[in-house]
């Protein structure tokens, strides 16, 4: 298996919402009632988190919150405003984290579900 990679081809899970150390337990929560509420189950099919934070070695006031939103269309100009709106509220309420990347794409949906999962979904 290549690092990062499943034997399937799929991106392998890196880590797990139980690993998320306490420090930014409160960065994730408030990540995801603002992706809940600016996206709502009508244009997001599910959030991956995915980097230091889930793997458990994020380093408060060093790590960034990384991000992925599968989207059940082609993210707009819209999608991807709400998204950096998010970016910015969360950068300025938490200073455990350096920064915010919030990455939306479509959610490619075959019979195993939506392809591109990561680390830590919700």
């Known amino acids: 298996m290549n690092e990062g990679w ?14 998320v150390p306490a420090a930014f337990v409160p960065v994730v929560d408030a990540a995801r009632a603002h992706i809940t509420e ?13 980097g230091s934070i889930p793997r458990g070695t994020a380093t408060p006031g060093v790590s960034d ?4 939103l599968a989207l059940h269309d082609e993210p707009t100009e819209s999608d991807r405003a709400d998204a950096e709106a998010i970016e910015a509220v969360l950068d300025r309420a938490f200073p455990q984290i350096d920064g915010v990347g919030i990455v939306a794409l479509p959610c490619a949906v075959d019979e195993a579900g939506c392809s591109g999962a990561t680390a830590a979904g919700w």
């Open 65 to 68: 919150l990384d991000l992925q």
């Open 38 to 50: 600016k996206f709502g189950r009508t244009r997001l099919h599910s959030a991956f988190l995915y």
């Open 6 to 19: 499943t034997a399937t081809g799929t991106i392998a899970r890196e880590g797990a919402l139980d690993r």
